[in-house]
């Protein structure tokens, strides 16, 4: 995700933004945790925030790696001395990390769409080669056993099987829709890679090119999995969704939504494998946003991050079979057993404040180091004491008034403390900003029972008015009542808007993978480009502007009988290529089922169907916006 601070000073109070950064560095002196300064070389960037998302430890131990969205950049951090080296930029938006050969390691990098090999020379980072994947490379792994790298093209649903020597694409492999995280087997040639879109875990066989099998199950923000030491067995957290409407006894059972550990074993001789799941909330107080997942110990013990309530999770098995872990049916139990909730031998949650992310464990030096967000940092756990120990800071100074607020506000999306016993964060939905896959009953329209899609939040405030039916007339009471009504949290603060406020400011569509490598648009889309335009589609009747939207409301004939308001406002299409449902009802499942069943020119404004190199053209046009 692109983050401009490009708000104007006026819209600032310097006085809450200075106090933001204090109570920030409150949270520290209060956990114990002085984060150590960075030592100032000349290849570090300006100060300026890193937000570390994935981390990498080099063989021996001796230097650990962070890959940093907003930086562009990736760290080397020297764990001995708690320092900062080194720092290279890497492209626009790394999103994961994986070492290999001892000294080297390579970086996805989101919007640049380029893996790149990163070599670790004494107290030097130096770049030594680069491939352009395009198509949104997300997650990472890497297989020392046959020099490969397995990628996710998040944007096309597959991933790339990646010839490290010779920096070529050895295949492309369809696992499901939107795929983010993957990680080999202890074999080094099977990779199990979480598909969010779909729901699934899916392994694939990295030297034939194949998708060896699929394991669908029920939920959305699918996050890291990694395997047991035998590579018999997947574990892997996501996001459970319930369905249910959201009152507040709903929600509190876990029938709404909540986060899970899904395991998989594979011990099955045809391969079809047996899925079961563990809820990790607990009554009273839930997890949110759980994404990083280590398997140590040979299996016996997982370590998982939750971003929402900013911990590490510990689950354990003794070995014992009476205090066995309750893994049941992948739906399973809504609310973690009291007798588990209340062991700390079996189940542990340690506090690390900020935003907890990507994790790697060192198991023989027993230390886990976690990717900070939020709190910019790296940060060091100690596995036998499951204690934080060290805390470095991959900034050396307080961000400027401004950034600081649009931080504030960022700490307000991306906290589940903001909803009903932490069971949801602004971001369960709107995945980093964006949309989602399944669709939700907000309660934002005043009725009960109207499930609808996700919008995205990109430049959400220039595209008023809000809501799907347009009756959100006021962005900052927008804001409070989401706050409120949807996330039934606490009543916030006229600071909490005002810094919300400022994050979603930030918030820009990415850019499309679709486009050619200069930015411009194929030949399929510039023809879309001017049917978009014309009188023969009449999309630009709504959707208009740089924002392809409009500030008026429209009948569209699809209204349901549960809706409380009339007309609907036209959705921004920016960032379109990222949504996997479409319409209010999401029941369009893509853009060719918009434009020739459910929302097609013929429908809305009496004109003739589009042929079929027509859709064509203009699906390809909507999906480089």
């Known amino acids: ?15 809450l933004a200075l106090g933001v950064w204090a109570g920030l560095l409150l949270t520290w002196t209060a956990a114990g945790i002085r984060p150590a300064a960075a030592a100032r070389v000349d290849t570090l960037l300006p100060d300026a925030f890193r937000s570390p998302v994935a981390v ?16 562009g950049s990736v760290s080397l951090v020297d764990p001995s001395r708690a320092v900062v080296v080194d720092e290279l930029i890497v492209g626009e938006e790394p999103a994961d990390i994986a070492a290999y050969a001892d000294d080297s390691l390579v970086v996805t990098t989101l919007h640049g769409g380029d893996l790149v090999v990163v070599r670790v020379q004494g107290d030097r980072l130096v770049e030594v ?15 020392a056993a046959t020099n490969i790298a ?17 920096m070529t694409v050895r295949a492309e492999v369809t696992v499901g829709r939107m795929p983010r995280f993957v990680r080999f087997a202890p074999d080094q040639t099977t990779a199990a890679v979480t598909c969010s879109a779909d729901s699934a875990v899916v392994l694939v066989d990295t030297v034939a090119g194949e998708v060896v099998s699929r394991h669908p199950f029920k939920g959305l923000n699918v996050g890291q999995p990694d395997f047991a030491a035998d590579g018999r067995t997947i574990w892997f957290p996501w996001t459970y969704d319930g369905g249910s409407h959201p009152s507040r006894g709903n929600i509190r059972r876990g029938w709404v939504t909540g986060s899970r550990v899904g395991k998989l074993s594979l011990d099955a001789d045809d391969g079809a494998g047996a899925l079961s799941g563990l809820t990790l909330d607990v009554s009273g107080q839930a997890v949110g946003d759980v994404r990083g997942m280590a398997v140590i110990d040979g299996g016996s013990t997982l370590l998982v991050t939750a971003g929402g309530t900013h911990e590490l999770l510990r689950l354990h098995e003794p070995g014992d079979g009476e205090a ?24 542990r949650r340690l506090s690390l404040g900020g935003r907890p992310l990507g994790i790697v464990v060192d198991q023989p030096r027993r230390r886990a180091y976690i990717a900070n967000r939020l709190r910019d940092s790296l940060q060091v756990i100690d596995l036998d004491r499951f204690e934080l120990v060290e805390e470095v800071s991959l900034v050396a100074a307080a961000p400027t008034d401004e950034a600081a607020l649009v931080r504030q506000g960022e700490a307000v999306f991306f906290d589940a403390g903001r909803s009903l016993d932490q069971w949801y964060s602004c971001h369960t939905c709107h995945y980093e900003g964006g949309g989602n896959t399944v669709t939700f009953d907000t309660l934002n329209d005043g009725s009960t029972g109207s499930y609808k899609t996700v919008l995205p939040l990109y430049s959400v405030a220039e595209t008023g008015p809000w809501t799907w039916h347009g009756w959100q007339q006021d962005f900052d009471a927008a804001l409070a009542k989401s706050l409120v009504d949807t996330m039934q949290g606490p009543q916030p603060t006229a600071e909490d808007v005002a810094a919300l406020a400022a994050y979603l400011q930030t918030l820009e569509p990415p850019p499309s993978p679709y486009r050619n490598a200069d930015g411009s648009l194929s030949a399929d889309a510039e023809r879309g480009r001017l049917l978009f335009a014309s009188a023969r589609a009449g999309c630009t009747e709504c959707h208009a502007g740089s924002r392809f939207t409009s500030d008026e409301l429209y009948e569209v004939g699809l209204a349901r009988s ?14 379109l290529h990222r949504k996997t449902r479409f319409l209010h009802t999401g029941k369009a499942k893509s853009l060719e089922d918009v434009l020739t069943k459910y929302h097609s020119p013929e429908q809305v404004l009496g004109l003739e169907p589009l042929g079929e190199e027509e859709v064509a053209d203009l699906v390809a046009y909507l999906k480089s916006l």
Not at 1 to 15: E, N, T, V, Y
Not at 325 to 339: D, K, N
Request: aromatic share 4%; glycine share 10%.
């Open 150 to 166: 397995c990628v996710t093209l998040s944007a096309v649903d597959r991933v790339a099987v990646v010839d490290l020597a010779t």
């Open 562 to 575: 549960s809706d409380r308001y009339e007309g609907f406002s036209p959705p921004s299409l920016q960032g």
């Open 1 to 15: 995700m692109r983050h401009h601070h490009r708000l104007s000073p006026g819209f600032l109070s310097a006085g």
């Open 324 to 347: 066995a872990i309750p893994y049941t049916q992948i739906s399973g139990l809504e609310v973690m057993e009291r007798g588990l909730a209340a062991d700390p031998s079996r189940f």
């Open 129 to 143: 080669g680069r491939l352009h994947l395009g198509l949104e490379p997300a997650g990472v792994a890497v297989s």
């Open 56 to 71: 990498a430890v080099m063989a021996g131990g001796e230097r650990v790696v962070t890959a940093n969205a907003d930086a």
